[in-house]
């Protein structure tokens, strides 16, 4: 069975920076699209980033030039460095993963099978 577990979230002050982690609990972590997600309260989920088995990535535009995807196979874990941060960053964030080496071009839950518990990461000014 398939695990993701995220790490890495924490309250910090505008314009701070946090890495986030997710380590996969699954042999061919390769073959898979990778996401993250975030959910603040009250509002939808909505996906922030991804990145496909050849390690191309996209983004939502909110999070452009801020949000960095990234991923290392060997240690099966993908990551998601944030800086600049902003209040409206607050929320839960989610890393997901689908087998199938390529994303879509919108990152949408549907299309992702596998999901973490998730990370709170909390902004304050």
């Known amino acids: 069975r398939v695990q993701l577990l995220e790490s890495g979230g924490g309250s910090v002050q505008v314009g701070g920076s946090l890495r986030l982690s997710c380590t996969i609990s699954e042999f061919w972590y390769s073959d898979y699209c990778m996401g993250w997600f975030r959910q603040a309260p009250g509002k939808e989920r909505e996906g922030v980033a991804e990145?496909?088995?050849?390690?191309?990535?996209n983004y939502a535009d909110a999070v452009k030039g801020r949000f960095t995807i990234s991923k290392d196979n060997a240690k099966s874990t993908l990551y998601l460095q944030i800086n600049s941060l902003k209040p409206e960053d607050t929320a839960m964030y989610y890393c997901?993963?689908?087998?199938?080496?390529?994303?879509?071009?919108?990152?949408?839950?549907?299309?992702?099978?596998?999901w973490g518990q998730g990370t709170q990461v909390t902004v304050s000014s």
């Open positions: 990145i496909d088995a050849g390690r191309s990535t």
């Open positions: 997901a993963a689908v087998l199938r080496p390529y994303c879509y071009a919108r990152i949408e839950q549907k299309d992702f099978t596998y």
